[in-house]
Structure formats: C-alpha cells, structure tokens
C-alpha cells in the first residue's frame, strides 16, 4: 500500500534538536489530519503531535514547549521540530495521515518510521 516518507531521524546529544520531515503520497483531495506517533522499545505507540483540519494542533503533554508540528500545504509535507532532545524522547518515529487521495476512499496512512536516538 502507499506509505508516507519520512527522514530527519538520527543520533543527538541530549539538548540538541532535530528536524522531521513527512512527505505525503499521491495527491490529497481531502485533507483530516497528519501527525507524528512514537514508539520506544517496549512500550506502546504514542502520540507525539498532530496538525488536524483547521489547523488545529495537538501535542503530547511530554513535549509541549520542546516540540512544534508545522505543515507545508503546497508540498504535502508535515515538519516535526524536536529541540531540547532528552534521552526519553528516544523513539522510532511514525508519520500518519489521514486523508482521502485521488481516486481513493478515506483511509490512514503511514511512514514505515524514522529513528530519534537521544544521548546522555
């Protein structure tokens, strides 16, 4: 099935940032909500922030102030500026979508992941 593309991922110090980058397949006709999900190892998949019709944000309560979602329109692409890192936030990464493309019916989509890993 169609996935998303996602890069920025990769080895910080804690306190240092990192810039995701989710780009969207196909072309949107209806645009619901793109986030970022979180999965550290043995824990469950968590919401990290997302961007909803409207241009509602939501964020987790771990990384609000630290975090910021923004989202290119024109290109299909979500941003994820992650500053002042902590070792916790070491995770894989997911980028989801739920849209509806061209041709298609109304579905969630995802990236296959990209990996944060925070150093102390």
């Known amino acids: 099935q169609v996935q998303l593309v996602e890069s920025g991922g990769g080895l910080v110090q804690a306190g240092g940032s990192l810039r995701l980058s989710c780009v969207g397949p196909?072309?949107?006709?209806?645009?619901?909500?793109m986030g970022w999900y979180r999965q550290a190892p043995g824990k469950e998949r968590e919401l990290v922030a997302r961007?909803?019709?409207?241009?509602?944000?939501n964020y987790a309560d771990s990384v609000k102030g630290r975090f910021t979602i923004s989202r290119d329109n024109a290109k299909n692409t979500v941003f994820l500026q992650m500053n002042s890192l902590k070792p916790e936030d070491t995770a894989v990464y997911y980028c989801?979508?739920?849209?509806?493309?061209?041709?298609?019916?109304?579905?969630?989509?995802w990236g296959q992941g990209t990996q944060v890993t925070v150093s102390s």
């Open positions: 961007i909803s019709s409207g241009d509602r944000i």
């Open positions: 196909g072309t949107i006709i209806s645009f619901n909500a």
């Open positions: 989801n979508a739920q849209i509806t493309l061209l041709g298609t019916r109304p579905r969630d989509y």
